[in-house]
């Protein structure tokens, strides 16, 4: 296991001394990393479920409706680390919930450990958290970890009220909400501060495509060093919402590149855009991308080198969003069995495509679902 230490003049939450920085160069949540070192898709990253509980219930929530009001006991942590021991190469951890600091023994009991055993073998984490809640749960983390993601889609308290309440099934007063939605700014702009990586994430979709640049404006103010922006797709909450279309899409992203901050790291994610699209203002939307300073498009871990881990029942998935059950369970198979056994399937295979020249590796499955069912990606090339 690699060794750590953090120099005492340095940011209280700077990663390690001699750790290469995140960047536009160096994101190891990318898939196209080790399919170009090893020349197929490998395990390289292992999402965690760490609970299953929130305080909040954002409308276009993606695991909404695993939601519980109590939580159930999780797996041994010794069966977890052994299971992360065995994956030959791993990269990176992720910890998902839910809230995974809604509760404090959470915090303690779970989160600690798992991230004191990343940063002790040398792997790269991150918590997706809305940091809602008192600073101090977020200040006990932030030394071990790499990347804090948040989730912002808002303008105003108001936008936080209506989006992030509207499944509480009770009435959410207006004045407690507002108080979260001051805190939460609070707490990302106190973390960046003190040195971490917070990285904010918006959906495109019904209500933030007209107004996703003034969304940047507030993620700049609050410091974050990334702004990731995704459209949303229907699943679990989200799957009643209404979707947009693809030019509205493709205007969000224009006007953001338009008016963003060029300092900050612009990471785009799960786009229906591709460099093989033969529509002419998509196909310069994807070379525009390409060409930016400090704009990436990630191609999705999910289902090609990355599994979540439910640490409660210990089954396996191999995608977030596509309707696939379970694919195996820790307590009984090493993840990389698992990942090679997924690697060879059917439905894996229909979109395991690879365009050298673009760093592309295709749709995922929700997005050939929705956009390209009658498409093989195997067959194509990046246009000129």
Request: net charge negative; with cysteine.
């Amino acid at each position: 296991m690699q060794g750590f230490t953090i120099p005492a003049s340095a940011a209280p939450f700077a990663p390690p001394a001699g750790w290469r920085a995140l960047s536009p160069e160096y994101d190891p949540w990318d898939p196209i990393r080790s399919l170009q070192q090893y020349g197929r898709h490998e395990l390289t990253s292992v999402e965690l479920t760490v609970t299953h509980l929130c305080n909040m219930r954002c409308e276009h929530c993606a695991v909404g409706d695993s939601l519980t009001m109590t939580e159930a006991p999780h797996i041994p942590l010794d069966l977890l680390f052994r299971r992360l021991d065995e994956v030959e190469h791993l990269e990176t951890i992720s910890l998902t919930g839910g809230e995974p600091t809604l509760r404090e023994e959470t915090v303690r009991n779970i989160l600690l450990p798992i991230l004191k055993y990343a940063r002790a073998r040398g792997v790269r984490s991150q918590l997706n958290s809305n940091v809602t809640l008192d600073y101090e749960r977020y200040e006990r983390i932030a030394p071990f970890l790499d990347v804090m993601h948040i989730s912002f889609n808002y303008t105003e308290a108001e936008d936080f009220h209506r989006v992030g309440f509207a499944r509480s099934g009770n009435k959410i007063r207006y004045e407690a909400v507002e108080k979260l939605y001051e805190r939460m700014m609070d707490n990302a702009r106190k973390l960046s501060e003190g040195g971490l990586f917070v990285s904010a994430e918006s959906m495109i979709n019904f209500r933030t495509h007209g107004k996703i640049a003034l969304i940047h404006r507030l993620i700049d103010e609050m410091g974050c060093k990334r702004h990731e922006v995704h459209p949303m797709y229907p699943s679990s909450f989200a799957s009643d919402l209404p979707v947009i279309s693809r030019d509205q899409m493709r205007e969000a992203v224009t006007s953001l590149l338009n008016e963003r901050n060029p300092d900050i790291w612009m990471l785009f994610g799960t786009l229906p855009f591709f460099a093989c699209s033969e529509n002419p203002e998509e196909h310069r939307l994807v070379k525009r991308l390409a060409a930016e300073t400090n704009v990436t498009v990630r191609n999705d871990p999910d289902g090609r080198n990355r599994v979540n881990v439910n640490i409660f029942s210990g089954d396996v998935y191999v995608t977030d969003f596509a309707a696939i059950p379970s694919f195996g369970n820790v307590k009984d198979e090493k993840l990389d069995d698992v990942f090679a056994r997924w690697r060879e399937h059917p439905m894996q295979q229909a979109v395991n495509c690879h365009c050298p020249g673009a760093g592309c590796c295709g749709p995922n499955l929700l997005v050939s679902d929705m956009y390209y069912r009658d498409t093989d990606f195997r067959n194509r090339r990046a246009l000129p």
